[in-house]
Structure formats: C-alpha cells, structure tokens
C-alpha cells in the first residue's frame, strides 16, 4: 500500500511538466511515484492522481507544493487508505473561508476603527494571539455603539460567497452529506448563509443588541477553535460516524483543531500556519474541487 496520495487539482489542464517536475524532485530523496489513472475533469477542474512508495515530511510536501504553484495548480495529500463514499460530513469555517471578507473588520468599517480590528484578526488567524475568546472580546468591544442596521448593509454591500462555495453545498446535498458551518463569527451572517446556500446546521457568536445598537458584548459561550471541533465531533456522533469521516474546510489558526485528525482537511487561502498542517490547499481552485478528492 502506499504511503500517500498526491492529488493535483487545477483549472487548466494539468501539464506534463509538473508531473515529470514532482517526480524528478522526489527521486533525489529516494520516492517514487505511481500514476493511479491519468488526468480527469469534472468539467470545472482537472485532476490527477499519484501515489507514492513513502511518507513526506512537512519541508518535501511544502517544496512539492511551490513546484505545483509554478504550474498553476494545486496539490493535495490524502491518506492512502482514504475511502471516498465514507465522507458524511462537510464541516467549514465562515469568514475569509465560505465568504470573502472577515464580517468583523466590516462592521468595524462604520466605526472608524477597521484597521484596528483587522490588526487583531490578522494577528488571531496567524495564530500570534492564541486565546481566540479574548481575542474575540477586544475586537467586539470596538464594535460599542454601531447601529445593527450595519450588519444588513455587510451582508447586502460587501459580503460575496468565495468561489464555488454554491456549487460545493449543491454537490455535498447530493452525495447526502451533512452540512455544517461553524464560525467564530457571528449568527446572523452564518443564518443568511444557511438561508442561501443549504446548510444542515450553523453555529456562531451571537451579538448583543439593545435599543438598535451593538453594546459591544458577545451573548453566552464564545465559539472558539475549540468549539467548533466539538461542534463537528457531536454532529458526527449523531450521524453514527467519527470525524475521520469528515472533511474540513478552515483558513486561520483557530479551525486547526477542528481539521486535525479528519478524513481530509483543507485549506482556503490560508495562512502558512493552516497551510502547512492541511491535506490540501486551496490557492487556484474555488471551494468546489473539494467534490473532486471525495468522488
């Protein structure tokens, strides 16, 4: 059996150059490569499918990586025991991953006080602040005072799903894969995306709003980094299934711990820190393609 599957996803063909590039990169450390097919579509994206005679450490996967990105592609490693159909459940993170704008620095945009917020975002997703709650806390604070008309006017003037994110929940409802979105962010931005694209199940921070206004607080327990794996684990608990059964779809430090030990964890544009740890990374390719590593 293999030890790992490399899967490079692209928009264009994949070119014969980058196969003959990973494979003349990976001789020099003594691995081989074995095509497992020859090159797909799915009429979106292109695929192609590899498996190797051993493990990669973080710094041979990383290389592999900037090769691929040389050729306008993406690359990804499955375990190689990985069966497609035993996927059950989509589980993914909201801000910067399902949409394209981080809704905290937004709404902070009404303030005055953007960049303030987005410094501390930025610093969270990198994983320099670790305590994501507090974090969370500060930011919100900022937020004291701002009408709540505000929140309609993100969602309605700057908030745009990523690419692929429609075609992705379509095609997980098909296949009967149960949706789940969980966001450090806030509740009624994770509803609208339940209302637009389908989601099974949302969890978020709700913002506490008297007289019309934000009062600069967070309602009840805060959803963390830690929250969201525990989110996943109990819905897979409910469906009879463990999180090796789930994929998991993240950007920042704080979805880590819900991608770790999934079926297969993907990262959207992420930071280095997300990158690294993830099975696939998603640079060139919209959310979509994630259909192609579970068909």
């Known amino acids: 059996m293999s030890k790992v599957s490399l899967v490079a996803l692209s928009k264009e063909p994949i ?14 450390f003594g691995v081989t490569l074995h095509s497992t097919g ?16 051993q ?18 592609s993406d690359l990804c490693f499955l375990k190689p025991d990985l069966i497609s159909t035993d996927i059950k459940v989509l589980a993914m993170d909201m801000d910067s991953t399902l ?17 303030a917020v987005a410094q501390i975002t930025e610093a969270t997703m990198r994983g320099e602040i670790k305590d994501f709650k507090e974090s969370l806390r500060r930011r919100v604070a900022l937020l004291e005072g701002v009408s709540a008309e505000a929140l309609e006017s993100v969602y309605r003037e700057r ?6 994110a429609a075609e992705l929940l379509a095609g997980a409802s098909q296949r009967g894969i149960y949706t789940l979105l969980v966001s450090g962010g806030f509740t009624f931005f994770t509803e609208k995306m339940r209302q637009d694209l389908g989601f099974k199940q949302t969890q978020a921070n709700t913002l506490e709003i008297i007289d019309g206004k934000l009062t600069g607080r967070v309602l ?21 299934c463990t ?12 979805d880590l711990m819900m991608m770790n030990g999934s079926g297969i964890s993907v990262a959207y544009k992420a ?25």
Not at 159 to 164: E, I, S, V
Not at 278 to 292: E, Y
């Open 15 to 28: 070119s014969e150059k980058l196969v003959f590039a990973l494979k003349d990169h990976l001789v020099s």
């Open 38 to 53: 020859g090159q797909i579509s799915n009429g979106a994206y292109y695929s192609e499918r590899w498996e190797s005679n």
């Open 55 to 72: 493990l990669l450490d973080v710094n041979q996967r990383e290389h592999l990586r900037s090769i691929t990105a040389q050729f306008n």
């Open 99 to 115: 949409i394209n704008i981080e809704c905290i620095d937004e709404i902070a945009d009404f303030t005055g006080k953007k960049a």
């Open 159 to 164: 908030l745009q799903p990523n690419p692929g």
């Open 220 to 240: 009840g327990d805060i959803v963390d980094g830690a929250a969201k794996a525990a989110h996943l684990d109990q819905a897979c608990r409910q469906l009879g």
């Open 243 to 254: 999180k090796t059964n789930a994929i998991t779809m993240g950007d920042g430090a704080n």
């Open 271 to 295: 930071k280095p820190v997300v990158k690294e740890k993830a099975d696939a990374a998603f640079d060139r390719v919209g959310l979509d393609a994630a259909l192609l590593l579970i068909s």
